[in-house]
């Protein structure tokens, strides 16, 4: 596999580069299919819509069907409630790995020498990769073995792929204090997954499986060629504790018997005690776990010389000879076989090359260290004891081994989806200098990101195809410099406003991410929504939280007329409570200002109306003036208001108006005029002699009024 | 991975999803309009709620008119004509669809229509069988009544000659889907049509200044200017320094860069990246993704493709669909 092929590749979908997978989109339809239209819905999921041909002969067939599709590059091995428990679980440690980082970043912006990646950095990182991995699972044992039953040396959890390949991650990126001893973190690592690989081929865990539903019904174990088997096996992927134990099932246990066969229980004491007393090249041990630790080199080498010598002496010894029973005899001498390093005899007994490397760090090669020789190695397995089906782990750890970063890049996207990139990414950053260039470089051809950013972006799609999920795409993208804030306008813009928690949610984020632009566009959304399906309130509430000047001035225009047709109209009180609601906040829209001094412009016209008069026909004079006065009022109005005030100007009693407002009122009028000679006045539904009904009033009053305050 | 999200009536010719994905549109060969929806918003099954019969004809395509604007459709029928039909509420009448405004033409037929929204107005650019396009401005934001014939040219990019017996088989346009307040308008257009000099997709912006439509970029290099184009599509741009256009024709897919700044001539600088060849025939339809770096298409192989560019540039396809029954 090489780098330059694989690397390329920045999608979950595709196998290999050249070829495209072709995937089948069950519709269930009838032949013939006339056509298909396609549409991206939110997230990345596609809609593809397929038509049919339609038949003369059936009625009622159907005549297509719309598809959906979605492409976010996860296998069936976590269940959908599983993976949001998933997604929304890392939230919060990748939002505060990021919030860490921003400040280790201020900080080395003053001291230049403080680089993120020295000092405790790495223990953030280490901190995080932990609660990302408790989220995959539990950490559980396979070889753990349980003390109510005696015969039962293995557990059953269900060990997931995503965990495992977290694990080894951390194993090699995250942990720096794992550095010295990554061979036993491999061994510890292959005990707890082996039971992945059995689906497609046989492992040592499947054989102990086996033999754990024989055990049961075997009366003289030792009489069964498998149990030495097994036993050898186990041994050497080094799983000690359940060689010991097995062990221990021995006959020559037995109270009855030991009478008989003291040499022979001696023997399988001595192998058992010598198996258990194996030294260790690392710091500590599980519970349970046998094997003696040793963190420094010298001491280590020291005692493994002392052991192996041990295991010779007991090899050449002449109790063998006394050993009566063959299979025993035969049995426990191959078990030193594979503590000597047999390669014959380890190469035979594990059923693929992992096993196979394992026990060439165990007894072949115990002083291994650098990934260079823990490649060459792991090369050399490969040959000798090749998978029967390429696995997603295995492809993911010989890129780890190789040490190339794009290659391990790829695997993770290709193999565990855009979660496990994105997330996995902190951790191989952190842990190399040459995955941190190549992540963080700006690429043109990404159209100016980093290919973090990109694996970001990619994720952040995925979680918003989900009505669940897309509430934390903003945590990612706004961990993207350069495009996240694009992405995030684009999905906000993409919910439905129809909803109003929905719409209220998602005013809140853009709030929280100062994106006013796009939440006055989502409340304009929402108000012409409700505007047009008959909540005219919420309408105008929601264009007025836009500040929607142009919108708010065409209702102010639509009441108006609707108000002006007739002030006994039914339309008014339904009008009335709607001004009423807009409040008079004069910035929101000048049109509705003047809607309010209409309002009561009008009440005062209805007041006359209904008997009572002169004071109520003042106020009405004075409501005429200072909507004439008010810039606000719309030119189209003038005409209108005062054609609905003739009974004020023709007031018979005396005259309301004084010189200087029947003045002003007369100048309007004139500039009225001169208005409707432009091309794009809009002439208002009045009766055709309004106007002239209007000057000859307005003249009447000057008259009547001069003559007064003569 | 797939699953049904609604199932169609039988004549069923076109559908369009609005811009969140909760509602579909659909048009039928009798002249149906029908309307899909969802329970509530975590749904993803949609159940048609409403049937209108909009026109005596089919129905050939159906476009959303944007949510800003109210929930709305464009309905390009057979006989060439153009119907706007809304949902609405009016006085004390219960919820409706109604006819709000019709173009009508009696030579020409509409082969593509498309909206863009500008910070102030919504336009509205049609695409006619004689290689006429239209751009219509909406003069009252709160009704979709009164249109203004805002411009009417051709895809050309010489302005003087006009092709009078242009015959076209079928258009396509794209608004740049850009938004915000500083946005001016452009789309691109692509005819294929039995004259050479009207087939290449043109980008056509809006000179603001002297109130007209400017061809600013060719998308065609010069020996394929004469190709027939059967789909434009104008990628989302959350950040590029530059834009991303996709064109169909019988040679493939091509995928252009177009800068987005214009050089001295006014013209804006453009680079053919890559030519896609998957669907061997007629592409029908091509969309972009939210983030504008996945391209679907389908096309008359049957067939649903994505594209995408690696880090290297390198455009490939990266997955198809193939539909089974």
Redesign the interface.
């Known amino acids: 596999m090489s780098g330059e092929n694989q690397g390329g590749a920045i999608v979950p979908y595709s196998e290999e580069a050249k070829k495209p997978v072709v995937y089948p989109l069950r519709h269930g339809l009838k032949p013939p299919i006339s056509r298909l239209g396609i549409s991206w819905s939110r997230g990345n999921s596609l809609r593809v819509t397929v038509f049919r041909q339609p038949s003369e002969d059936s009625e009622n067939e159907v005549g297509g069907k719309a598809v959906e599709v979605r492409l976010d590059g996860r296998d069936g091995e976590i269940s959908d409630a599983q993976w949001r428990r998933i997604a929304y679980g890392s939230v919060s440690p990748f939002a505060l790995l990021q919030s860490r980082k921003n400040s280790f970043a201020s900080l080395s912006k003053i001291s230049s020498t403080t680089s993120p990646f020295d000092a405790e950095w790495w223990e953030y990182v280490l901190e995080y990769s932990k609660d990302i991995s408790s989220l995959l699972g539990n950490q559980t044992s396979t070889t753990q073995s349980l003390i109510e039953d005696p015969k039962e040396v293995l557990k059953d959890p269900e060990p997931s792929n995503l965990k495992a390949a977290w694990e080894l991650m951390e194993s090699f990126y995250a942990d720096k204090l794992s550095q010295a001893w990554l061979p036993e973190r491999l061994v510890d690592w292959l005990a707890d997954y082996d039971s992945l690989f059995s689906s497609t081929q046989e492992t040592v865990h499947s054989k102990l499986v086996d033999f754990q539903k024989d055990l049961v019904s075997l009366q003289v174990i030792e009489d069964e060629p498998k149990y030495w088997e097994v036993m050898s096996s186990a041994l050497a992927v080094g799983w000690l504790d359940i060689v010991v134990k097995l062990l221990r099932l021995h006959g020559s246990y037995q109270l009855d018997q030991l009478g008989n066969r003291e040499t022979e229980n001696g023997l399988v004491e001595a192998v058992a005690v010598l198996i258990s007393k194996m030294p260790r090249m690392r710091p500590e041990l599980e519970a349970g776990k046998l094997g003696e630790c040793f963190k420094a080199k010298p001491d280590f080498m020291k005692a493994w010389e002392k052991w192996r010598a041990q295991i010779a002496k007991l090899e050449c010894s002449t109790f063998w000879i006394q050993c009566a029973h063959r299979q025993t005899q035969e049995g426990l001498r191959n078990m030193l076989q594979i503590m000597l390093g047999n390669t014959n005899n380890l190469c035979t007994l594990t059923c693929h090359w992992m096993e196979l490397y394992i026990a060439h760090f165990l007894y072949i090669r115990p002083f291994t260290v650098g990934l260079e020789s823990m490649y060459g190695l792991a090369q050399k397995c490969i040959q000798l004891k090749p998978m029967a089906a390429s696995h997603r782990l295995m492809g993911l750890l010989i890129g780890i081994l190789g040490e190339n970063i794009e290659v391990v890049l790829a695997e993770c996207s290709k193999g565990f989806g855009p979660w496990m990139v994105t997330h996995a990414i902190e951790v191989l950053t952190a842990g190399s200098h040459q995955a941190d260039t190549l992540l963080h470089e700006e690429r043109d051809n990404l159209g100016g990101i980093s290919m973090e950013e990109l694996h970001r972006l990619v994720y952040a799609q995925v979680l918003s195809s989900h009505p669940l999920t897309w509430q934390i795409a903003p945590i990612y993208l706004t961990s993207c410099i350069k495009q996240g804030m694009g992405l995030l306008e684009m999905l906000l813009y993409k919910q439905p406003v129809d909803h109003n928690q929905l719409l209220l949610k998602n005013l809140e984020i853009c709030r929280l991410y100062e994106l006013d632009s796009v939440s006055s566009n989502i409340m304009k959304i929402a108000g012409m929504y409700n505007w047009k399906h008959g909540k005219k309130g919420s309408g105008v509430y929601w264009l007025q939280q836009a500040r929607d000047e142009a919108r708010l001035n065409r209702i102010a225009q639509q009441m108006f007329d609707s108000v002006g047709r007739s002030i006994s109209d039914e339309n008014f009180r339904q009008w009335e409570g709607l001004i009423q609601l807009l409040g008079s906040e004069p910035k929101t829209a000048g049109g509705l200002e003047f809607l309010h001094n209409y309002r009561d412009f009008k009440k005062s016209l209805l007041q006359i109306r209904d008997g009572k008069t002169t004071d109520a026909a003042r106020q009405a004079v004075e409501s005429l003036i200072s909507l004439m006065k008010n810039p606000c009022t719309p030119q189209r109005f003038w005409l209108p208001l005062l054609h609905d005030s003739l009974k004020l100007l023709n007031w018979e009693e005396r005259p309301l108006l004084n010189v200087l407002q029947t003045n002003l009122l007369l100048n309007k009028l004139q500039e009225l005029s001169i208005a409707r000679l432009r091309p794009d006045f809009i002439e208002a539904d009045l009766p055709p002699h309004a106007l002239s009904s209007v000057r000859l009033a307005l003249a009447t009053n000057l008259g009547r009024t001069t003559l007064e305050e003569q | 991975?797939?699953?049904?999200?609604?199932?169609?009536?039988?004549?069923?010719?076109?559908?369009?999803?609005n811009?969140?994905?909760?509602r579909?549109a659909?048009g039928?060969?009798d002249g149906t309009l029908s309307i899909?929806d969802s329970p509530?918003?975590?749904s993803?099954s949609?159940t048609c709620n409403l049937k209108t019969k909009v026109h005596a004809g089919a129905i050939l395509k159906v476009v959303w008119v944007p949510?800003?604007?109210?929930?709305a459709v464009a309905c390009i029928c057979s006989d060439g004509s153009l119907l706007l039909w809304?949902?609405?509420?009016e006085d004390a009448q219960p919820?409706q669809w109604k006819l709000c405004k019709s173009f009508e033409s009696t030579s020409t037929q509409v082969l593509d229509v498309q909206f863009g929204v500008s910070s102030?107005s919504l336009k509205l650019v049609a695409a006619y069988s004689d290689g006429h396009v239209k751009v219509y401005e909406l003069l009252?934001?709160?009704i979709l009544k009164n249109w203004q014939l805002q411009a009417e040219f051709q895809n050309a990019i010489d302005s003087v000659t006009m092709f009078r017996k242009a015959s076209c088989i079928s258009a396509s346009i794209s608004w740049n889907p850009q938004?915000?307040?500083n946005q001016g308008s452009s789309f691109v257009l692509g005819f294929n049509s039995d004259t050479p000099q009207l087939n290449s997709s043109k980008v056509w912006e809006f000179d603001e200044a002297h109130n007209r439509w400017l061809p600013v970029a060719e998308l065609a290099l010069p020996e394929d200017r004469s190709d027939e184009v059967y789909a434009v599509a104008w990628a989302?741009?959350?950040?590029?320094?530059?834009e991303v256009i996709a064109v169909a024709t019988q040679k493939g897919i091509a995928i252009w860069h177009v800068g987005a700044n214009p050089e001295l001539d006014g013209r804006l600088s453009v680079e053919k990246v890559a030519l896609l060849s998957g669907h061997g025939g007629e592409v029908?339809?091509m969309?972009?993704?939210?983030?504008g770096?996945?391209l679907?298409?389908?096309g008359s192989d049957?067939?649903?493709?994505?594209w995408?560019?690696?880090?290297?540039?390198?455009w490939?396809?990266?997955?198809?669909?193939?539909?089974?029954?």
């Open positions: 991975m797939d699953k049904a999200v609604a199932t169609l009536d039988k004549g069923t010719t076109c559908s369009s999803w811009y969140c994905g909760q579909l659909t039928s060969t899909f509530d918003p975590s993803s949609f949510p800003e604007f109210g929930d809304e949902e609405i509420v919820l102030t009252d934001p709160l938004k915000g307040e989302l741009n959350i950040g590029r320094p530059y029908w339809q969309e972009w993704d939210m983030s770096t996945t679907a298409t389908t049957g067939m649903v493709r994505l995408q560019s690696n880090l290297n540039g390198v490939d396809e990266q997955a198809a669909f193939q539909p089974t029954a």
